[in-house]
């Protein structure tokens, strides 16, 4: 007996692969050549481990060139967290003689909201969140004016990851570098998809958002005075350091997303804009934030009115369409994003959009098409309709 | 939705909602609930725990027209008031 595929089985598609996107063929056969090639331990002396550290210092040496550093810049880490925390971590100690302020901007990522409140609450120091305009951007002179004489470092992402908007490091970092104080720029959700510039003393990114599995980078440029808060180790700025493997497959993903970054980008721009409008103009009572220009090429963001953001995932899950959401309802804390309440803009009802480079048209189009019909019928459901 | 939630207004006061407990988008269906009850230019103030309703509140005040007259922020609740469009 044959199986047989009902021909109403709906096709699946992931539309919200932030930080988790499916891995590149190319990242793949590294990753499987190099669990070949870089098992051993690179810190050991024989053929085979040397081998296994020369892997690893091509992986550093290609995603240094990939953002203008030096390879010795680069360090590795488990997760994009990790990196995110040590980065704040070892630079405020680094400059604990000038204080322990940290100016943040009010939708970066919850690791560095975290690690910022961690290290000024252990200084006496003090937290400065910048607030945001109702498109998700900080105002670059309500940013530097932050900035003083006890600040010990500051954060900026170069985009955010939940709404597309880019942020103006470029000017920040000018502003911020006349006062000595490091500029950490998350770029978590834009490298690999736009070109990142040379505006930052520290870079983070997330080898997962490019097509790797997941793996933490941190760039600091030599002359950050940054100093370890944790117990020596031979990796001094990543104690343990990363499997090699995985550091190759992150450096080939990387670059292979630098070759396809103008197809990629032409390719989800478009998409996204249709998102922005089809929703816009088809589904009754909605907003689409984010920038809709001055944006990262494949992120996009909606909340609808009235509507239970769990119930409208979980509507869309089963007609074969993967989305995320930054409702309350969707997430196991009870705190909507922190990113749309300091956005000020609607956080029930939420649909958080990222699409993969080969993201398929008529997946996004199907979104498009299915979505009245859904949001309507979860309206009805919560006893709204007409409201 | 039953009307449960809120009261008849007093002679000059606002109509009060009373949407503590209730989780998103509930406070919200509960104002716009009350909100089509009462005639433009009413006062709907909003009592909620839920903390979403900070943001929510005046964000749907905003999509439909009404005027953000006050938010205040209590320790564990929040109460929003809101004058209705014409």
Same mark, same amino acid.
Request: hydrophobic residues 45%; glycine residues 10%; aromatic residues 2%.
């Given at each position: 007996?044959?199986?047989?595929?009902?021909?109403?089985?709906?096709?699946?598609?992931?539309?919200?692969?932030?930080?988790?996107?499916?891995?590149?063929?190319?990242?793949?056969?590294?990753?499987?050549?190099?669990?070949?090639?870089?098992? $051993?331990?690179?810190?050991?002396?024989?053929?085979?481990?040397?081998?296994?550290?020369?892997?690893?210092?091509?992986?550093?040496?290609?995603?240094?060139?990939?953002?203008?550093?030096?390879?010795?810049?680069?360090?590795?880490?488990?997760?994009?967290?990790?990196?995110?925390?040590?980065?704040?971590?070892?630079?405020?100690?680094?400059?604990?003689?000038?204080?322990?302020?940290?100016? +943040?901007?009010?939708?970066?990522?919850?690791?560095?909201?975290?690690?910022?409140?961690?290290?000024?609450?252990?200084?006496?120091?003090?937290?400065?969140?910048?607030?945001?305009?109702?498109?998700?951007?900080?105002?670059?002179?309500?940013?530097?004016?932050?900035?003083?004489?006890?600040?010990?470092?500051? $954060?900026?992402?170069?985009?955010?990851?939940?709404?597309?908007?880019?942020?103006?490091?470029?000017?920040?970092?000018?502003?911020?570098?006349?006062?000595?104080?490091?500029?950490?720029?998350?770029?978590?959700?834009?490298?690999?998809?736009?070109?990142?510039?040379?505006?930052?003393?520290?870079?983070?990114?997330?080898?997962?958002?490019?097509?790797?599995?997941?793996?933490?980078?941190?760039?600091?440029?030599?002359?950050?005075?940054?100093?370890?808060?944790?117990?020596?180790?031979?990796?001094?700025?990543?104690?343990?350091? +990363?499997?090699?493997?995985?550091?190759? $497959?992150?450096?080939?993903?990387?670059?292979?997303?630098?070759?396809?970054?103008?197809?990629?980008?032409?390719?989800?721009?478009?998409?996204?804009?249709?998102?922005?409008?089809?929703?816009?103009?088809?589904?009754?009572?909605?907003?689409?934030?984010?920038?809709?220009?001055?944006?990262?090429?494949?992120?996009?963001?909606?909340?609808?009115?009235?509507?239970?953001?769990?119930?409208?995932?979980?509507?869309?899950?089963?007609?074969?369409?993967?989305?995320?959401?930054?409702?309350?309802?969707?997430?196991?804390?009870?705190?909507?994003?922190?990113?749309?309440?300091?956005?000020?803009?609607?956080?029930?009802?939420?649909?958080?959009?990222?699409?993969?480079?080969?993201?398929?048209?008529?997946?996004?189009?199907?979104?498009?098409?299915?979505?009245?019909?859904?949001?309507?019928?979860?309206?009805?459901?919560?006893?709204?309709?007409?409201? | 939705?039953?009307?449960?939630?809120?009261?008849?207004? =007093? #002679?000059?006061? #606002?109509? =009060?909602?009373?949407?503590?407990?209730?989780?998103?988008?509930?406070?919200?269906?509960?104002?716009?609930?009350?909100?089509?009850?009462?005639?433009?230019?009413?006062?709907?103030?909003?009592?909620?725990?839920? #903390?979403?309703?900070?943001?929510?509140? #005046?964000?749907?005040?905003?999509?439909?027209?009404?005027?953000?007259?006050?938010? =205040?922020?209590? =320790?564990?609740?929040?109460?929003?008031?809101?004058?209705?469009?014409?």
């Amino acid at each position: 007996m044959r199986d047989v595929e009902p021909s109403d089985a709906p096709t699946r598609a992931v539309l919200d692969v932030a930080g988790h996107a499916p891995l590149r063929p190319r990242a793949r056969a590294a990753l499987l050549e190099a669990l070949d090639q870089g098992w $051993a331990d690179p810190r050991r002396l024989y053929a085979e481990a040397r081998q296994a550290r020369l892997l690893l210092d091509g992986a550093r040496e290609a995603i240094a060139a990939a953002v203008g550093a030096r390879t010795e810049e680069v360090d590795l880490f488990g997760t994009h967290t990790a990196a995110l925390h040590a980065a704040v971590r070892a630079v405020a100690r680094g400059r604990r003689r000038h204080g322990a302020d940290v100016v +943040v901007g009010a939708v970066e990522r919850a690791a560095v909201h975290a690690a910022a409140a961690f290290v000024a609450g252990r200084g006496d120091g003090a937290v400065r969140t910048v607030p945001v305009d109702g498109s998700g951007r900080v105002d670059p002179d309500a940013f530097v004016a932050r900035v003083g004489t006890g600040t010990a470092l500051a $954060a900026l992402q170069h985009a955010n990851g939940e709404v597309g908007t880019l942020q103006p490091v470029g000017v920040v970092h000018e502003a911020v570098r006349r006062h000595g104080v490091p500029l950490l720029v998350d770029a978590g959700a834009s490298l690999g998809h736009v070109e990142v510039g040379p505006a930052w003393d520290l870079l983070a990114a997330d080898a997962g958002d490019w097509g790797a599995p997941p793996l933490g980078v941190l760039v600091t440029r030599a002359g950050v005075r940054r100093s370890p808060d944790w117990p020596e180790d031979e990796d001094r700025w990543s104690p343990g350091g +990363v499997a090699v493997p995985l550091a190759l $497959a992150a450096a080939v993903a990387l670059q292979d997303a630098a070759a396809d970054r103008v197809r990629a980008d032409r390719h989800r721009r478009a998409l996204v804009d249709v998102v922005r409008a089809r929703v816009a103009a088809e589904v009754p009572d909605v907003a689409v934030v984010g920038d809709p220009d001055d944006r990262l090429p494949h992120v996009v963001t909606f909340s609808c009115l009235y509507v239970d953001g769990e119930a409208l995932v979980t509507r869309l899950d089963r007609l074969g369409l993967g989305v995320g959401s930054g409702s309350a309802c969707t997430s196991s804390a009870l705190e909507p994003s922190h990113v749309l309440a300091a956005m000020g803009v609607l956080t029930h009802g939420n649909v958080r959009v990222s699409l993969p480079v080969d993201v398929r048209a008529e997946d996004v189009h199907r979104l498009c098409d299915v979505l009245p019909a859904v949001v309507a019928q979860v309206r009805t459901d919560a006893g709204a309709a007409g409201l | 939705m039953s009307g449960s939630g809120s009261t008849g207004p =007093e #002679p000059g006061g #606002p109509t =009060e909602v009373d949407a503590r407990r209730l989780r998103c988008p509930a406070p919200v269906l509960r104002a716009a609930a009350a909100s089509r009850t009462l005639p433009p230019g009413s006062l709907l103030r909003v009592r909620a725990t839920d #903390p979403a309703a900070a943001v929510d509140l #005046p964000a749907w005040a905003r999509m439909r027209g009404h005027a953000l007259v006050s938010v =205040e922020r209590g =320790e564990d609740d929040v109460v929003v008031l809101v004058r209705l469009a014409g």
